[in-house]
């Protein structure tokens, strides 16, 4: 069975940095094109940026680029999301998973940009 955990939010002031972690329990991420969504109070999920499998070459929404990257260690079978210059509205719980034809979501971590 398909199992996603992510980690590593919390509340952070903004123009601060939070590093999330994506691991899967059963089975390998190697290999598939994988993303990072969100979903702020009130509002539907939505996509944030992925990485491809194989070259890795990654595609951002405009509202991050420059400020999120996302970059995967195969051998910890983890794919991260690296956020810097964090806004409130950033404020959302966030999810990986598989593009395209998406895996049982995970629990996601929730991020909190405050001062």
């Known amino acids: 069975q398909v199992q996603l955990v992510e980690s590593g939010g919390g509340l952070v002031q903004p123009g601060g940095s939070l590093r999330l972690s994506c691991t899967a329990s059963g089975f390998t991420l190697e290999g598939y094109a994988i993303g990072w969504f969100r979903q702020a109070p009130g509002k539907e999920r939505e996509w944030v940026l992925c990485?491809?499998?194989?070259?890795?070459?990654?595609t951002t929404t405009d509202s991050v680029k420059g400020r999120f990257t996302i970059s995967r260690d195969n051998a910890k079978n983890t794919v991260y999301l690296q956020m810097n210059s964090l806004k409130p509205e950033d404020t959302a719980v966030y999810y990986c998973n598989k593009m395209g034809t998406t895996w049982s979501w995970g629990q996601g971590t929730q991020v909190t940009v405050s001062s």
């Open positions: 990485t491809s499998s194989g070259d890795e070459r990654t």
